[in-house]
């Protein structure tokens, strides 16, 4: 079995000579939990306790308790034994960073760090989906932020995006390491974190447009990424805020994410990923306009020939993937939301849409019968395709205001 295409390891029956082996190990590795519960009820924070944590956590590292334990460890005990103006909460007493012993002192709590994090490295390597070695890991990072001068606590962080960035060139759909990446980011991207900003206060410098970048390069490595799209999603809003974007320029942006979600769609239409990034695309012009919509200045005849023009290229997909339910949904969603705008054109106050209703009084009906029939077609195709979904497929089919038993 595989996970994101990297196999797993087969398990295979043991001999009598490997089980004894395992159960010696299942036996000091008891003995090493029950030492470790002893230190800690005595409060014994030292080296000693540190390195049983991670003998421990070498052969579990799904015990959460352990993580807590060493967080103790260094925090109540080895950090304040070389920082003691650093309290257990990060706060700061007096301490003058440029003194020799609060040199020396730094010097120390970085060692320990950056030991640490080299310790969770093969961990990583090993058990790349294990929440509580990320969430440690970011635990160790914040501690550098604290403890740390501001350029040194910066390196770290540096250094962190990095390794995020060998860790997804291994497995680049790693959920924990795309949000693990996001998180590095942020935290690069604050005051706190700024080399800009030596006061921690205000604004750091955006990573928006690396990070755009970046996400371009994976999808190019591998186009079925949720976590790279999905990114995109959050990032492209920013972008063009920070770029200044106009009206006409945010158009065009969008209309080149179209040519590229489509080349995608052509080179793999059953590739869910895909289609979840060109629906956003297109709830930036279907759905009523908010703070973090992309496009907010469509008027309805505009929306319509976007859809339509969508829609065109839908179809012309289906040339050779007649059997893709993912075409079949996204052109009965838009056949839908086209009806919609088509009625909310018919209403009083839409001027524009009433000059085009007395031009040609009949046209609104043939139109409304034309995207009716299309709705049938479609839905008639889901039910063929994908008959689990059956019972969705008949609400949609059934006219506004009936009930379900009708």
Known sequence: MASHGVPRTSVVEKSEQARLKELDRIREYRGFVGELQVKVAAEEYTDETLALTS?????????????????????????????????????????????????????????????????????????????????????????????????????????????????????????????????????LESPALSPENLQGTGTGKSMVEDEFAYTRRMIGTNLSNFSAWHYRTTLIPRLLDERGADSATRRRFMDDEFKLITNALYTDTDDQSLWFYHEWLMSNYTSPPSTHSVIQDLSSSELCSHIQKQMTTLVDMLDGAEDCKWIYEALLRYTLVLDTVKQQQQQPDDTESKAEQHADPGASKIEADQHYKQARRWLGELRRLDPLRKGRWDDLGRPPGSDAEG
């Open 55 to 187: 003998k421990i956590l070498k052969r579990n590292p799904e015990y959460y308790t352990v993580w807590n334990h060493r967080r103790r460890v260094l925090s109540l005990g080895l950090f304040v034994r070389h920082r003691p103006d650093v309290s257990v909460n990060g706060g700061r007493e007096g301490h003058n960073a440029n003194t020799p012993t609060a040199s020396a002192s730094s010097e120390a709590c970085l060692h320990l760090i950056r030991s640490d994090l080299a310790f969770l490295v093969p961990l990583l390597r090993e058990f790349p989906k294990c929440y509580w070695i990320w969430n440690y890991r970011l635990w160790l990072l914040e501690q550098s932020t604290v403890l740390l001068a501001r350029p040194v606590a910066r390196g770290i962080w540096e250094e962190e995006l990095v390794l995020a960035g060998k860790m997804l060139a291994r497995d680049c759909r790693n959920f924990h390491g795309w949000g693990y990446r996001r998180t590095v980011v942020e935290r």
